[in-house]
C-alpha cells in the first residue's frame, strides 16, 4: 500500500491491524473490527432561501455496538465523505472503551458548507437529516452530539424533530445541547479541558513545567480556544494560534480571551495586533514544549514530521498525524498524546449529560468538571502503562487497550443466532 495515499479509513484500519497482531487477536473479531456495523447514505432535499432546489448527501455510520448505544459526533462540512465517517466512527468505538464508557461509536455529517448557509437554511437541512436518520437514533440506539461547524443550536433542533416524531419530549436523544433543554454544565468546555488535562499530565511525565512552556494550538475553535484559554490560565505560554485563514506568533505569548475577542469581531485570529503572522504549517514547525493540532485530520505528515519541534503532541482533533508521520515523531522523541485520548472529554461530558437526562437529575459544574478530571487522568495512566507494557507509543497503546476491551466484549456476547 502506498502510505503517502492513505485515506483517513486506511489510517484507521492500519492503526487496527497493528493492535490485532500485538494482541494475537482472534482474526473473527478481528474481521467484524475492519467493519462498520451499519451504514446509511441518505439525500437531504431543500429549497435554499433564493428559491434555488438543493439535494445534500448526509451519512451516519455506526462502526460498533458491542458495549453499549453507538454514539459521536455530526459534522458540516464541504470534504464529508463516506470514509471519513468511517474512520471517525471507529476512532470514537476506541475512543469510548480508553475512557471505558459504555458506548460503541459512530459519525455522520452533511456535505455542505454551513458558512455560506442562513439559520433558516440550517435549520431546514438539520430537521431533514434528522428526519431521514431517525430511525437509527434514540437514547438506547445512537446519541449524536456536535462536530465540526455543529453546535448546541443544531443538537436543538435535531433533538426537536426526532421528539416531535416519537411523540414526547426526547431529550437523552442528543447531547451537547443547551442548558434549558437538558444540557450539561461543563460540557462546551469538555474538549479541550480533557485536551488540557492529558496535555499536563503528559508534560509532567516528561519532566517540563506546565508554567511557562511554550504552547501552539493549531485550530481556534471550539476545542482548540478552550484548551488554549485553560493552559494560559494554568500559566503556560501561549505563544501561537491559527484558524482556517491563517496564523498568528508572539514569542512572549497571546492571550487566548483577547484573541477569541479579536475572532468575533474579525471573523479571524489573521491580523490580531502585536502579533506577526505564520501559516498553518509554520505553526507546527515552531519550537515550543506543547503542539495542540485542534484542526482537521491529515495535518501532521511524514514530509512535516520531521520538522516538528514540539517535545509534547496532544491532539485535540481527530486524526491530525497521519500513521506514516507517526514512527518520525517517535524517532525523534516527541510524546504523543493521540486524539482518541487527548480529545476523549467531549465525549465523557456527554456520556455524563446522557446520564443526567435518563435520571432527570443534574449535577453541579464543579461535580462535572471533577468527574472528568477524574476519568482522564486516570485514562491517560492506563494508556502509559500499555505503552510499557507492550513497549509501543501512546497512539498504539491507547488502540491496543481499547480493541482489547472491545474484542472482549464481543468474545463474551458471542454471535448471534
Not at 440506539?141 to 426526547?170: C, H, L, N, R
Not at 451537547?176 to 450539561?184: A, D, F, Q, T, Y
Amino acid at each position: 500500500m502506498n502510505t503517502t495515499s492513505l485515506t483517513a479509513w486506511d489510517a484507521a484500519r492500519t492503526q487496527l491491524d497493528c493492535a490485532a497482531r500485538i494482541l494475537d487477536l482472534d482474526p473473527y473479531i478481528h474481521e467484524r473490527l475492519r467493519h462498520p456495523q451499519r451504514e446509511l447514505t441518505v439525500s437531504i432535499p431543500m429549497r435554499m432561501d433564493d428559491g434555488t432546489p438543493r439535494v445534500f448527501t448526509g451519512y451516519r455510520v455506526q462502526h460498533n455496538l458491542i458495549r453499549g448505544p453507538a454514539k459521536g459526533g455530526i459534522r458540516y462540512h464541504p470534504r464529508v465523505d463516506l470514509d471519513e465517517m468511517r474512520a471517525l466512527a471507529m476512532w470514537m468505538t476506541w475512543k469510548c472503551a480508553v475512557v471505558n464508557i459504555p458506548y460503541g461509536g459512530a459519525k455522520g455529517g452533511v456535505v455542505c458548507d454551513p458558512k455560506t448557509m442562513s439559520s433558516r437554511e440550517l435549520e431546514h437541512l438539520t430537521r431533514r437529516y434528522a428526519t431521514e436518520i431517525g430511525s437509527f437514533i434514540g437514547p438506547t440506539k445512537d446519541i449524536p452530539a456536535p462536530d465540526v461547524y455543529t453546535d448546541a443550536q443544531i443538537m436543538a433542533w435535531f433533538m426537536d424533530t426526532i421528539s416531535m416524531t416519537e411523540g414526547w419530549s426526547a431529550i437523552s436523544s442528543v447531547t451537547g445541547k443547551p442548558m434549558e433543554i437538558g444540557g450539561s454544565l461543563g460540557r462546551q468546555e469538555a474538549t479541550g479541558r480533557g485536551v488540557m488535562l492529558t496535555a499536563a499530565e503528559a508534560l509532567r511525565y516528561r519532566g517540563i513545567p506546565l508554567e511557562g512552556a511554550r504552547v501552539a494550538v493549531q485550530g481556534f475553535g471550539n476545542a482548540g480556544s478552550v484548551s488554549a484559554r485553560l493552559l494560559h490560565e494554568a500559566d503556560a505560554k501561549i505563544v501561537a494560534l491559527s484558524d482556517s485563514r491563517g496564523g498568528i506568533f508572539n514569542p512572549d505569548g497571546l492571550d487566548p480571551r483577547a484573541v477569541l475577542l479579536h475572532k468575533r469581531q474579525t471573523g479571524s485570529v489573521v491580523g490580531f495586533p502585536g502579533a506577526d503572522a505564520v501559516t498553518n504549517a509554520e505553526l507546527l514547525e515552531l519550537d515550543c514544549e506543547l503542539l495542540v493540532p485542534a484542526a482537521l485530520e491529515g495535518q501532521i505528515t511524514a514530509e512535516i514530521a520531521p520538522r516538528i519541534r514540539a517535545r509534547v503532541i496532544a491532539e485535540a482533533a481527530n486524526g491530525p498525524t497521519t500513521p506514516e508521520a507517526d514512527p518520525i515523531l517517535h524517532d525523534l522523541g516527541v510524546f504523543i498524546v493521540p486524539d482518541i485520548l487527548a480529545n476523549a472529554g467531549g465525549v465523557t461530558v456527554s456520556y455524563f449529560e446522557w446520564v443526567q437526562n435518563l435520571q432527570a437529575y443534574f449535577w453541579s459544574e464543579n461535580e462535572v468538571n471533577e468527574r472528568l478530571r477524574l476519568i482522564m487522568v486516570s485514562s491517560f495512566n492506563a494508556v502509559l502503562r500499555a505503552a510499557e507494557t507492550h513497549r509501543v507509543d501512546m497512539r498504539t497503546a491507547a488502540i491496543v487497550l481499547a480493541v482489547g476491551k472491545v474484542g472482549n466484549a464481543m468474545r463474551i456476547r458471542g454471535l448471534w443466532p
